[in-house]
Structures are given as structure tokens and as C-alpha cells.
């Protein structure tokens, strides 16, 4: 009896030398995935901060570039007062930046450092334990508790900074329909999305990517031909331009551009703002130009067919197509690289979860592909910057410079443009050239 209880625990000891390291390297391995997980928390912690200190770098040297009198490279665009009301609007968002910049900063480092994420995880397993329904769930959590803590910014923004200025137009009760919509519509399509995602990623493994970059991309293909017939209802009324002198020029200009035009749509802008806008949306037969109230209201003919030359200029030279397949092939890229990344522990590990998940991995992997998505972003800023330009000057060869040029003027000042920005903050933030350059350009023969 002795003998055998012996053996009993002698058996370890029998194993093969080969099965001894294998069994030695799993524990090697997992010894290995905390150090691994610390070095990714730190590398998540210093990229926030990064990103933190950059953009205070930034907001820095455009604050640089305040005067307190006129500038005279804006003499007949500003006057004097409505220079310093915009650079008192500029200073106001300057500071309300800087406080809803550092809240978010504060809001989220405390996330990293005592585990909110994984404890929003904890409560989403707790509810449900499906692994679909627990990432909805865990979305759902994190995207509730942010929007009940920005929401008192969001109110001050627009009762207190756009009202003191002239721009609010909205309405407690917009206001608070346009945040049920916004939930009703993320919870839809946003989760719709994910669930498609996380659904591809349990049937393929890795290979999830391919799936999901077909799916999204048709998705966004979608979006891109019904958003202004599907969505903008939700939130806006729209109807076609009544018959009189700017459809007459309108349809002109587009019969001179050879650019097929049936859909002209007002849209009540004016509704929750007094700033003005116009825009191109759509593919094919679905394509539209849509006209702000407030556009009409603010400008003449000639300017509105101006603004419209510009958009159309876009579309006749391919912007608005390239503009897809880039954001296509960009989205590819993002799912190829998350593809991976997105099986390893570590990165859940590195966010204080235990158990592996797709949308613990998904959230510490957004945050480290955020510097390879600013330098992404930064190039696609160029690209649209430069079509800016081309399309500028397709308005100006194919209409009147000078109807876009003064368009430009007084959308700039009606809205309190900054005119005067720092170049490193242009290069870094503008998807459209500052007003200046545009009107320089515009001036120099073709």
C-alpha cells in the first residue's frame, strides 16, 4: 500500500523531458504576460498623455496669435468691432476647451488607473454573459456614463457660449429629442455594426478582418448615397428649392458643367443655429445639393452659385468618389492591423480584465493605434486641403471668382472665423485652408 501511494506521487516524475518543457514553457509564457500587459498599460498611459500635452501645445500657439486691434491683412473682410467680438469668441472656446479637454484627460486616465474598464466589463458579464450582447452591453455602460457627464458641457456650449454670441437657435426640447435620436440611432447602427463584427471574429478567427472590411464598407458606400434621404429627416426638415431666380441659376450653371442635376433641397438650419452651410451628398441618381435656410437668407445668388460651383467642383473632379475608396482602403487597413492584435490576452490584461474579450481588446487597441490613425489623419488633411483648392478654382474658371471670394468673406464673418491661425494648428486641425490662403489662391491668375 505504501508502494503505491508512492507511485501515486511519483508520477509527475514520469514525464518525458520533451513533455517537461513544453509544460515549462506554458508557464514561462504566462509568467510573461503581466510584464507583457504592464509595458501596454504604460505605452496606453503615455499616449494619452501624449495627445494631451500636444493639443495644449497647439491650443498655445494659436493663442499666439490674438490681437486686440485689426490686423490689417483682415481690413475689408473684418470691421473693428466684429473683430474683437470674434476674438472674444475665439478666447471663450479657447477656455472651454481647455476644460472639457482636461476633464476628458482626467476622466479617462482614472479609467486606466483603477480599472473602469474592467469593471464596466465585470458589470456587462454580470448582466449577460453572451459574448455579443456583453460587448453591447459594455458599449451601452461606457457610452451612457459619457454622455451624462458631457451632457451639462454640451448645455453650457450651446445655451451659454453659442446664445452669448448670437449663434443658438436650438431648443430645450430639440436639444433633448436630438439626444434620444442620437442614442436610438448608435444603439442601431452602431451596435448593428459590432455585433456583425464580433459575429465575424467567432466564426473566422482572424480572418474576421476580410468579412467585416466587406461589411463596413458596404455600409458605408450606403450611407454615403441615402444619409441626406434616411437620416437628416430624423433631425431636419428638407424641401426642394421653390421654382424662382436661384433655381433658375442654379440649373444654369449646372447645364454650363455638364453636371446632371435634379435634386436642390432647403434644409432648416436655422433651427439650431444661425451659422450657414451648404453641401453635396450622395452618388448617382441619389446625389443632391442641399441649401441651409440660413445660407439664402445671408448671401446673393451670385454667392450661393458660387458656394454650389465649389461643391460641384468637388464632384467633377472626383473628390467626393476618391474620398470613399480612401476611407475604404483605410478602414481595411484598421481591421487588417486589429485582426493581429485582437486574440492576444495582453491587451485585456492591460486594462485590468481577466478574462479576454473582443471589446476590452478593441478599446485598448483604439487607443494604441491612435498615433498611426493622427498620422493617417494628418496626410487625408493635406489631401482635402489641396481639393479645397481645386475646387476653388473650378469655380472660379467656370463661374465668378469674385461671387465665391465675397461668399467666403462673409460666412467667415458671420460665423466668427478664426482668420489668423497658426500654421502648426492648421496643419494639424484644418480640413480646409484658412481663409487667407483660400482668397490668395484664388486671386492669382490660373
Known amino acids: 500500500m505504501l508502494r503505491a501511494h508512492f507511485d501515486k506521487l511519483s508520477v509527475p516524475l514520469a514525464k518525458t523531458p520533451a513533455e517537461l518543457n513544453r509544460k515549462t514553457k506554458i508557464v514561462n509564457h504566462k509568467s510573461k504576460i503581466p510584464i507583457v500587459s504592464s509595458v501596454i498599460f504604460y505605452l496606453i498611459v503615455g499616449i494619452i498623455i501624449f495627445d494631451y500635452i500636444l493639443d495644449r501645445l497647439l491650443d498655445y500657439l494659436n493663442s ?23 476674438q472674444d469668441y475665439e478666447k471663450t472656446n479657447h477656455r472651454f476647451s481647455l476644460i472639457t479637454d482636461t476633464f476628458s ?26 459574448p455579443i450582447l456583453t460587448a453591447l452591453v459594455f458599449f451601452g455602460i461606457l457610452m451612457f456614463a459619457s454622455d451624462v457627464l458631457s451632457t451639462p458641457f454640451s448645455v453650457y456650449n450651446i445655451f451659454v457660449i453659442e446664445e452669448k454670441f448670437g449663434f443658438n ?61 434616411l437620416i437628416v429627416p430624423l433631425f431636419n426638415k428638407q424641401k426642394p428649392l421653390a421654382e424662382g431666380e436661384l433655381k433658375t441659376a442654379i440649373e444654369a450653371f449646372a447645364e454650363k458643367t455638364g453636371y446632371k442635376l435634379k435634386n ?42 458660387g458656394v454650389l460651383a465649389h461643391e460641384i467642383g468637388h464632384y467633377k473632379k472626383k473628390h467626393t468618389v476618391t474620398g470613399i475608396i480612401i476611407s475604404v482602403l483605410q478602414t481595411g487597413l484598421t481591421l487588417f492591423i486589429l485582426s493581429l492584435f485582437i486574440g492576444s490576452p495582453v491587451l485585456c490584461n492591460a486594462l485590468g480584465a481577466e478574462k479576454p474579450s473582443f471589446h476590452i481588446g478593441l478599446i485598448a487597441f483604439g487607443i494604441l493605434y491612435s498615433p498611426l490613425s493622427m498620422f493617417i489623419g494628418l496626410g487625408l488633411n493635406y489631401i482635402s486641403r489641396k481639393n479645397e483648392f ?19 468673406k462673409k460666412l467667415s464673418v458671420k460665423s466668427l ?19 487667407l490662403e483660400r482668397l490668395c489662391a484664388l486671386k492669382k491668375p490660373s
Do not use: C
Open 417 to 435: 472665423s478664426n482668420l489668423n491661425p497658426h500654421p502648426l494648428y492648421v496643419f494639424f486641425h484644418y480640413s480646409h485652408p484658412p481663409l
Open 264 to 305: 436642390i433641397y432647403v434644409i432648416d438650419g436655422s433651427k439650431r443655429s444661425t451659422k450657414s452651410n451648404a453641401y453635396f451628398t450622395g452618388l448617382g441618381a441619389k446625389k443632391r445639393i442641399v441649401l441651409y435656410d440660413t445660407l439664402i437668407n445671408d448671401l446673393t445668388t451670385n454667392e450661393i452659385v
Open 169 to 229: 437657435k436650438t431648443t430645450v426640447r430639440t436639444f433633448i429629442l436630438d439626444k434620444i435620436k442620437g442614442w436610438l440611432l448608435t444603439a442601431l447602427l452602431g451596435g448593428g455594426i459590432l455585433s456583425l463584427v464580433i459575429w465575424f471574429y467567432q466564426l473566422t478567427g482572424e480572418w474576421f478582418w476580410m468579412l467585416a472590411w466587406a461589411a463596413v464598407s458596404l455600409f458605408m458606400i450606403f450611407m454615403a448615397m441615402f444619409y441626406s434621404n
Open 105 to 130: 484627460f482626467v476622466l479617462i486616465m482614472l479609467m486606466l488607473l483603477f480599472s473602469g474598464f474592467a469593471f464596466a466589463d465585470h458589470l456587462a458579464r454580470n448582466i449577460i454573459e453572451q
Open 390 to 408: 481645386t475646387a476653388d478654382r473650378f469655380a472660379a474658371e467656370n463661374y465668378y471668382s469674385e461671387a465665391l471670394q465675397n461668399a467666403l
Open 64 to 86: 499666439t496669435r490674438w490681437n486686440n486691434e485689426l490686423p490689417k491683412t483682415l481690413e475689408g473682410i473684418y470691421d473693428a468691432e466684429k473683430y474683437k467680438k470674434q
